[in-house]
């Protein structure tokens, strides 16, 4: 079969041509934001590098980082790129991790990242002949309208469905054949089982690919997901500050995700030193962006835990490709001193046959740490007769112990009761915040 691409000479263009390409862009993008944003070019002088001592992306580690917190002590106005009559549109982080960052785009801005979107939709397997459900909110939360714009520039039919009423989305995608559904992995997993409980089985829908991604899951997660739907899963990756979903994007190799390397540069840095690592090692993904108008960013350090690789991809694309996150250092809790990631816990409850339906809360009792992992237990072994409940939790616990090193106090909870997410799911409820 031919391999398809939305733009084919960007997609696959050859290392040395996109370096020069990327060179040229960030040389621009520099003069940009040193004449437009006084507050970076604040952090440029303090840091004594001019905008003359940027000649290419061998100089890009000369320039200064920029964190969330700049971001949140800027709001509103303090990085905007642009006059603001300029700007057409305004989005808005989640605020999964506080105060909500805003961004702003021009025309030019909203194209390029609608276009990053579309890559991703013709990854997945998309063209125009197809009905895209997207199905991620849609308002300030940029995951709706990025994939719209992308799904209209593919040229598929397009559903604006946002996300939530989750019985109309089923009869839409039922009705009117849906073939690509676009949301929040924890939301296409509740669509599933919703689908199941209306009686449908997974053959009976149109879809074929789904487009999944604004937080982190689990290999495990993927592989739930594309059996209750019937499809492929694909990861996309995007975050509010460098546009929105779409910045990475995975093919149908499913293996890691290619960033848009013409539109962002990637670095991956030690987060304690900041530090440049090589490619292949685990550290803080750091985005500058390259075109950019209204909010460009330089070395924008995102908090997301992943690493990049060259290793040639077999759909033919040259753009470099991120592994999953695995969370964002924040996510990281800090139970009794180990390190635990929730999706090592998603890991663990899968693998033992349980529905990604679960809660983590952590509190400290008496100065010691303790982990609580609520977990649904799956319909067919939930029934009156009950069963070895507590050697079934005696279990899991067992298997949790084994990956992060810690046991926790596993709770089987009746089915239904952890609320489903519509949006991004809120995993984790960390008590300790409470008392300090
Ligand atoms: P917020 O920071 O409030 O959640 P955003 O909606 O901009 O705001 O979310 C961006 C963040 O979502 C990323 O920094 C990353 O942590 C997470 N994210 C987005 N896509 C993925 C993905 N495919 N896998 C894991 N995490 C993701
Ligand atoms: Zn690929």
Known sequence: MEKR??????????????????????????KHVWENVPYYRGLMEKKGVTPDDIKGIEDLHKLPFLSK???????????????LENCVRIQSTSGTTGRRVVAFYTQHDIDLWEECCARAIVAAGG???????????????TGGAGLNGGSHKVGCLTLPMSSGNTERQIQFMMDLGATILCCTPSYAAFIGESLKEAG????????KAGIFGAEPWTEEMRRDIERSLGIKAFDIYGLTETSGPGVAFECEEQNGMHINEDHFIAEIIDPDTGEVLPEGEKGELVFTSLTKEAFPLIRY????ITMLTRERCSCGRTLVRMKKPMGRSDDMLIIRGVNVFPSQIETVLLKEGYTPNYQIVVDRVKNTDTLDVYVEMNPESFSDVVGDIAGDADKLASAMKTMLGITPKVHLVAPKTITRSEGKAVRVIDNRKLHD
Do not use: H
């Open 5 to 30: 691409y939305f733009n084919k000479e960007i997609e696959t263009m050859g290392r040395e041509e996109m370096k020069a390409l990327q060179s040229e862009r960030l040389v621009a993008q520099v």
């Open 69 to 83: 917190a700049d971001l949140r002590d800027q709001y509103p106005y303090g990085l905007l790129g642009t006059d």
């Open 127 to 141: 063209d125009k002949g197809d009905v895209c459900q997207v199905s991620y909110g849609f308002g300030l939360f």
């Open 200 to 207: 449908y089985k997974p053959e009976d829908n149109k879809l």
């Open 301 to 304: 350090r995102t908090r997301d």
